[in-house]
């Protein structure tokens, strides 16, 4: 049996299908709704009722049939649409495509997506294979032709991460996974060139391709699992990179010195494995980052002196839409920039001219605040990468993780370039919290993620055995077990034995309900000291119209305490308000003036109470001279 007729069958009722479907630009970003499927059962005449008496190699070849005839009906309604893309006289032109170039790349998606609903409705074997081999198909078809085309394939992707998790991506089959890896890897590491020794050339990498390939591991992170070990994603990826820094030679200038010192860095955090083979070598390089980092401290904090940080606690005003929308503009021009490239290292002639470009800019940059915190977060995590890697720290970290596992890396840092590193590592966050807590409390973050980093990477799960997050819905009644779990093992303490542990005044004390359900109270509980006060008012005007004295001082600091209790009262909640709750009249009880006639008898009775009192000896002795002189003219009168 010829299997052309089923291949032509499968491609005419596929482009049948593509022709009547209405497409524009919008289909990339929102699903299609099918009203009718190109039933494929119907057009390779798939037999309903197998019979019994067939043999099983005889259904396992039919099947082999159906499948590579659906596949390659497929792949060559595929290879057509690409075909018209590439052969299109429309050139693209400001990244912008052509109309037909565009649902040409529409109808490539349409296929996929109508994939996706077959493997939905069962409609026939293979239908998950099919579709990764024609995702990595059209994929690898269009980054041929141009990065346009190919950024608009991911729109489709991008908008339809829901949808591949539904209905075919399984996180949990490892073929899923490794074809999902496959796609990616391939489109992320297509440029990275290598050399001849086996190091990657960052300088020959197309560096135009980076947004494009961070939208790939951010699609690639959402569709797999946080901690998926799968692949290469297991193993710590060794960079291997070409050093292009270039040679500065040896003079009387400071700024040179400081130049070498960056290089030196520079190569150091391009291939940091590569200098274990070479302790002395190692060494050196240790104490030239060391004395960057010196510089790069001291530098900031003479930079902070003159310029303080920013108040954390103050609030700005909201941004104007005009400011954002500047914002957002500006944003869209800048350029990212992996690394700091030399432009001398791209001229082959070397051009002295070039090479003093560079050094300027490079010097231009370390003015720079910003520039300067930067490295010397790269130069934390260098030093965080060989400190993990000494001896000690190897070996602490595979006691604490509790594994029976062997360190990911044979290199061992040696002691006396491990001890610089450990001192870079203590002082960049010490130093750095006088002058910028934000950056000391970032650094401290890194250092703990490094950690549990290094941990998983090397174990991959807890001592519990469960992943690092855990993803599985629970149900109600592994919750309710838990709890149990819980209650049998902590039983809270309601038991007498308690009572042996502490003394009898504890023991009633802890007899006494305590909670916050007891501190709840109803509003009708509190007192309106107001209308208390207003009624011992009209109660003392009252007396005092009576002539009351007595009752009027009773009902009076009566008042005076509802007063205070009002104002004990307002101190929690409108503490602000007290010094109109309260006034000078209000505490204060007014007395009467006094006439004449109550002057005089006053005075009477205080000369009767003098004379009836005998004067002891001791008040003659405290006698003034004028009340002497007159007690003895009151004599001499008396004796006349």
Known sequence: MSLEEPIDRVAQALGEFLSSADLNASFLTTPYEFAENPQLSEVLDLPENENEETSDFDKAIEKQKTEFSVLAGLTRVVDTLVSEIQDSENQTHQNLLPESHVVA???????????????HAGTYPSSKADFFTLLQLVSESLFSISLSHISRFWDFLESRIGLLKSKVFDKNVTSHRIALLGLCNGLTDKYYVRNSFGKLDSYAKDTFN????ARVRMFLANMLSFDDSTGLNKYFAIANRESKEPIIGKSKSSDDDLLRDLVA??????????????PRQLQTLASSVDKLAVYLLEQEAKYAKKHPGRDLYSVEPAQSEEEIAEATEKSKKTVFVPENYWLSSFDAQRDEAIETEDRETVLKQLDSSAFRRLLLVHIYLVATFFVELSASNKRELLRSIGGTVKHISDETTPESSARIFLNIKRDIPRQSRTWETQLSFLLS????SEEHWWSWLLYGKDKDGQPLLADKTLTDEELSATKEKLTSALPFKTKRYFNTHATPQLSRKMKTQTGLHLLERDGTDSTDYTKLIDSLT???????????????????????VLHWKRLKEARSNSWLQLGDLLKTEDI??????KTEDSMDVESAAKLEASEAEPVSESRKRARSPDEEEEETTKKQKVES
């Open 105 to 119: 790349i529409c109808k490539l998606c349409l296929i996929l997506e109508w994939q996706v609903n077959s493997i």
């Open 210 to 213: 980076d947004e494009f390939q």
């Open 265 to 278: 860095f520079y190569r150091l955090s391009r291939n940091p494995f590569g200098y274990f083979k070479s």
């Open 445 to 448: 973050t890194l250092s703990q």
């Open 538 to 560: 009209t109660q003392i005007e009252e007396a005092k119209q009576a002539g009351d004295t007595d009752r009027e001082k009773d009902l009076f600091e009566e008042r005076t």
């Open 588 to 593: 204060e009880l007014k007395k009467e003036p």
